[in-house]
């Protein structure tokens, strides 16, 4: 089932007015076009090949206006499992065919017909099943789940030998299908909320009709309230996979019960009880969890407030290639960017149609509670670091105002973070591996901390001989902190010892040096440079080109 907006991606600019045509029926849809051939795109792309397999691995259903064969070619090395993989679509330059390649599991169907409705031709749907009885069994619409799709092929090819089927229970897109139902058949679909086990004869979909109100969200623990609703279900004999949704009162506060909803993949939503839908008829009541049916299924989004998420993700030192798929896909799927003015430039292919909050470098406190409010009123909020957002990154900055303020309607967040390639990592593998053994981190900047403590740290830092990477050596407003490092270093290092300085990585400009502590001067860096110190084995090797590869023996 579709459930996230496709990319559509176009290789010339003959195929751009085909592609906004199409993107019409797909609110939100970006469109990728080849930089050297394209212009008036949303995103521009270098290379073809690593794109349209990145999406893939994204998991973002993708609408290619270009040969099927070219398309197929390309994601053959990253084909995945046919459950999970995203919808891919392939559409004639000029519109004339709309061919579904991949995600038949996944709405790659309703994808075509969409798009095909769009530009008045007939999709090339070449699935049996829904040539021969106009419905996809694998992929139930909005509102219904698979119970067993284990056995849904062989179910199919049945079907298709003429084995008799009857209906057990009611949905109109199923009595609508051309499927010959029988009063009586061999084999069965069932539609239920009941807890019923599906087999090789009889396929069990569950309408999304039910809703678990929690009216005491801090009663217990996630544990526990795993078990009361995994015992209240069981007892009804109902189903996990019919619930729609957990509905939890605005005025209340179980942080607990934001990790049951993930645990269980049900969405929260905050309502006042007048927001429950008013033909919700009760089936199982307690003093802390009510169980409501209804009498269709029901779309969770049209029941009060959706629970806040908030990501915090670092997009590596500054290379598109540095930033991880799990961080790519985060962003795609929010609703609102939070972050440092030249973050949220370097995101701005994935940032088309989401409300971006900038702001200056030295607001960390400020963004992160406006982060955070933006999350408490059920927005998906992502805050951008580059470099990971645990090192000297915004990470530590959103805990920290979550600690300390500890607003009540915070602690309903779903909070994550995800990790990035650190700039000391990037600058390491640039020239060897001076990391190679223990090491730390220190930030040369005052700005959080006393240089008394900064200055302890170094030295113990170059008494155990650790290698260092320097964070923040120098700015306009602090020009003397990394001659003051150098000296407490020289106390316990040679002049001789190997300094890598690296600037600009991942970036135009990018570069990579080795230098001696005794020539590390504050004009060899900037607020862009990460400084590697070597340790006392930290070693250099001549390369062909005269340059130097450094490295830090594993053994001491």
Not at 143 to 161: M, S, T, W
């Amino acid at each position: 089932m579709l459930v996230r907006t496709p990319i559509v991606v176009v290789l010339n600019q003959v195929s751009v007015p085909t592609a906004r045509q199409l993107m019409t029926a797909l609110p939100g849809a970006q469109l990728y076009g080849l930089a050297s051939r394209t212009t008036d795109v949303d995103v521009s792309f270098a290379n073809f090949g690593d794109t349209v397999r990145q999406l893939y691995r994204e998991g973002v259903p993708m609408i290619g206006l270009c040969a099927a064969g070219i398309l197929i070619r390309t994601l053959a090395p990253v084909l995945t499992d046919t459950k999970t993989e995203p919808p891919v679509v392939a559409v004639a330059a000029d519109g004339s065919a709309v061919v579904p390649l991949l995600g038949g599991m996944t709405g790659v169907n309703a994808l075509a017909e969409k798009i095909a409705t769009v530009l008045n031709v007939r999709p090339a749907i070449t699935t049996t099943g829904k040539l021969q009885f106009n419905i996809v069994l694998p992929d139930p619409p909005m509102g219904y789940r698979l119970a067993n799709p284990e056995h849904v092929k062989a179910f199919i090819a049945d079907l298709i030998a003429g084995v008799s089927v009857s209906l057990d229970g009611d949905a109109p897109w199923l009595t609508a299908s051309d499927i010959p139902f029988a009063v009586t058949g061999k084999r069965t679909i069932s539609v239920t909320t009941q807890a019923i086990p599906g087999s090789l004869e009889r396929l069990v979909y569950h309408p999304t009709s039910l809703v678990l109100a929690i009216t005491q969200p801090s009663q217990f623990t996630i544990t526990e309230w795993i078990d009361v609703i995994s015992d209240r279900l069981t007892t009804a004999n109902l189903a996990l996979a019919a619930v729609a949704c957990i509905a939890i009162p605005k005025t209340t506060v179980g942080a607990a019960i934001a990790g049951v909803g993930k645990i269980c993949n049900l969405p929260i939503r905050f309502v006042e009880s007048a927001q429950l839908p008013p033909d919700l008829t009760v089936i199982s009541h307690d003093p802390n969890l009510t169980i409501f049916s209804a009498k269709q299924p029901i779309d969770p989004h049209q029941i009060g407030q959706a629970q806040g998420k908030l990501t915090v993700v670092g997009t590596g030192p500054g290379s598109p290639q540095w930033m991880s798929p799990q961080v790519r896909e985060t962003i795609r799927a929010a609703t609102d960017l939070v972050g440092y003015h030249t973050y949220l430039d370097l995101v701005k292919d994935l940032s088309v149609g989401k409300e971006c909050h900038g702001s200056d470098n030295r607001v960390e406190l400020d963004r992160s509670r406006l982060a955070l409010d933006l999350a408490a009123s059920g927005k998906n909020v992502v805050v951008v670091s580059s470099g990971d957002p645990g090192i000297f990154a915004m990470a530590s900055a959103v805990l920290e105002v979550l600690d300390r303020e500890a607003k009540p309607e915070w602690q309903t967040i779903d909070l994550q973070i995800n990790p990035g390639i650190s700039a000391m990592q990037a600058a390491a593998a640039a020239i060897g591996a001076p990391l190679g053994h223990d090491f730390c981190a220190i930030s040369l900047s005052d700005l959080l901390k006393p240089w008394e403590v900064v200055a302890a740290r170094i030295a113990a830092a170059a008494e155990a001989d650790f290698a260092i990477a320097f964070y923040n050596p120098i700015s306009s407003q602090r020009s003397w902190q990394l001659a003051a490092a150098k000296e407490i270093l020289l106390k316990s290092r040679s002049t001789t010892t190997p300094v890598i300085l690296a600037r600009n990585l991942g970036r135009t400009g990018q570069e990579v040096k080795v230098i001696t502590l005794g020539e590390l001067a504050p004009a060899s860096a900037d607020m862009r440079t990460v400084i590697l110190i070597g340790s006392s084995q930290t070693k250099l090797i001549p390369r062909a080109d005269g340059s130097n590869w450094v490295y830090t023996p594993r053994s001491y």
